[in-house]
């Protein structure tokens, strides 16, 4: 079964400081994974998903993740933080036709 | 801009009531779209998927009859919550996902689920 687990519930930066969302899947095979972002009573924006092809994906809004097969993780990175990168950040896994998804971090931003 | 619409946002309604929520897919036709509820500061629980033509699937623990989808079209899925009670208080988000034909050479289950913006509803 596939699942992933996110290392924190709550990070706080500062604007303009780098942020690191951390992932770990576990996958019986080569997974899709993807992240998504939820801001206040809103639906999940996807942010950026990897699929086998580049190990280093480029999202929107300077997100990026690399998938690194030998530590299983799917961590997300942002050079400099803004205050509009307040919100829930979940990792997901794909299985089959379902989503499974991390309990998700809600990323603090502060001035 | 947004992919899927989800109406309405919100919903308040007194105990008894039975509530429908929408969900559209607006440029793609999708022949399965997904439920999910979320409770406050945790992660979505998917409740069913529903399949065009066909019966939905729910997932262990979800009641069938409190919560019936119908997927009557490729774009269009709803879900009515049937006698609402406080205890089905919730923010409900719906999803789908473009079917193949769109893909290339990518596979239909690498393709993201793309949600709509979530109906909160409230139980009085």
């Known amino acids: 079964a596939q699942s992933v687990t996110q290392l924190d519930s709550h990070v706080s930066v500062s604007e303009g400081t780098p942020v690191l969302l951390r992932c770990n899947y576990s996958?019986?095979?080569?997974?899709?994974l993807f992240w998504y972002v939820q801001h206040p009573n809103k639906g999940l924006q996807l942010l950026l998903k990897?699929?086998?092809?580049?190990?280093l994906v480029k999202g929107i809004n300077g997100f990026e993740a690399e998938f690194k097969k030998s530590e299983t993780s799917f961590h997300l990175t942002k050079p400099s933080a803004h205050m509009s990168d307040a919100a829930e950040y979940f990792c997901?896994?794909?299985?089959?036709?379902?989503?499974?998804f991390g309990k998700g971090t809600s990323l603090l931003v502060t001035p | 801009g947004a992919v899927v619409s989800q109406h309405p946002s919100w919903v308040i309604c007194k105990s008894g009531t039975s509530v429908k929520i929408e969900c559209r897919s607006l440029d793609f036709q999708a022949t399965t779209m997904f439920w999910y509820r979320q409770f406050p500061k945790q992660s979505l629980m998917l409740m069913a998927t529903?399949?065009?033509?066909?019966?939905?699937?729910?997932e262990q623990g979800v009641e069938k009859d409190k919560f019936l989808i119908n997927h009557a079209s490729l774009t269009l899925s709803t879900l009515t919550v049937t006698s609402a009670h406080p205890e089905d208080s919730s923010f409900y988000i719906c999803?789908?996902?473009?079917?193949?034909?769109?893909?290339?050479?990518?596979?239909?289950?690498?393709?993201?689920?793309?949600f709509g913006d979530g109906t909160r509803l409230s139980i009085l």
């Open positions: 529903s399949n065009e033509g066909s019966k939905a699937t729910y």
């Open positions: 990897y699929t086998s092809a580049a190990t």
């Open positions: 997901v896994v794909s299985s089959g036709y379902a989503l499974n």
């Open positions: 999803s789908a996902r473009r079917e193949a034909g769109y893909f290339g050479t990518e596979s239909f289950f690498n393709q993201p689920q793309h």
């Open positions: 996958s019986s095979y080569s997974p899709s």
